[in-house]
DNA sequence: ATCCAGGCTCCTG
DNA sequence: CAGGAGCATGGA
């Protein structure tokens, strides 16, 4: 296994840190590290970062029931079964990835990033560990204040600019509390994120499945599911009410089913888009 | 140029 | 309630 290391700033504990992850071990002993660093970074905090990293890197959660469910699958078990070691990444920040769902909308991949990379830039918020620079993603405080012209001159969509200004001031002033919306039923989560503007079905079932780590949530809005699970399955791109129909029997699995094939789809074609196996 | 991209809102029938 | 038009914006 090649040593991979994992680094990126994040508010944990109402604190900035710098968390640095990476594996040591053999092969057959894998085992992660995790260091903290920050000004002042206490044993809570200490903890509170381990148990984020545990819980978005899904650690503790056991894949065989999945491969169980989906074994008789013709398509779905085998692929299951081909992925069964890499298990779907959760995002770390529940108010970044809300933005980074919003942003994502109709739009590729790497027009995300680079309108990310806005809000970060236009905050300018970010953590200095050893002379060492480290952006952070703002607060939503910070971009409910941004002017929207600043986003429209930087090419965001009069739609987009709207949405993500909004939303941040919803988070901001409590009126939508990302932290409650984890604790409530699918259904309730799901109708409570989709009052909001902005966000839609798929966004709703895209944070359920990224952020609060529900196993059944599957965006059957996505396009790039349509076609992969369409192609794989009956040969052709099918709509969202197929994909509804066609993934029934993979509940409560859904969501893994999801990730599932988004791994394979990168596998066939590299260039495609598939979930990143650390957190954005 | 044309089509597509990890949709959403709003308006029809 | 389902379906679809219209929308904005950049990338390939």
Redesign the pocket.
């Known amino acids: 296994m090649e040593p991979q290391r994992y680094r990126r700033a994040l508010h944990v504990n109402g604190q900035d840190v710098l968390l640095n992850l990476h594996s040591t071990g053999t092969p057959q002993q894998p085992r992660l590290v995790l260091e903290v660093n920050g000004p002042q970074v206490g044993a809570a905090t200490l903890e509170a970062a381990g148990a984020t990293i545990q819980r978005a890197f899904n650690l503790d959660s056991d894949p065989a029931p999945y491969l169980d469910h989906v074994a008789g699958e013709p398509v779905l078990g085998p692929l299951a079964r081909r992925w069964a070691a890499i298990r779907p990444v959760l995002l770390l920040d529940p108010f970044e990835a809300l933005l ?2 919003v942003l ?8 995300t990033r ?1 309108l990310k990379g806005v809000l970060v830039e236009l905050c300018g918020r970010h953590l200095v560990v050893d002379g060492e620079r480290w952006p952070l993603f703002p607060t939503a405080e910070q971009v409910a204040a941004l002017d929207p012209a600043q986003l ?1 001159a930087r ?5 987009k600019a709207r949405y993500v200004l909004d939303l941040s001031a919803a988070v901001a002033s409590g009126e939508l509390d990302l932290q409650a919306i984890g604790a409530l039923p699918h259904s309730e989560a799901i109708a409570e994120l ?1 009052r909001q ?7 709703a079932e ?1 944070l359920l499945m ?1 952020v609060y780590g529900d196993r059944d949530a599957m965006p059957a ?4 599911l349509h ?1 992969i699970i369409g192609e794989a399955v009956v040969g052709r791109r099918v709509t969202e ?1 197929e994909l509804r129909e066609l993934a029934k029997p993979w509940a409560p699995w859904r969501g893994w089913a999801a990730f599932t094939f988004w791994m394979e789809n990168q596998l066939a074609n590299p260039r495609a ?1 598939a ?2 196996l650390t957190p954005e």
Request: charged share 20%.
């Open positions: 980074w769902a994502g909308q109709q739009i590729n991949v790497a027009f680079k429209l090419q965001f969509s009069r739609a989709t503007r902005g966000i839609g079905r798929w966004t895209y990224r809005g996505d396009v790039s076609k009410a888009f979930p990143s």
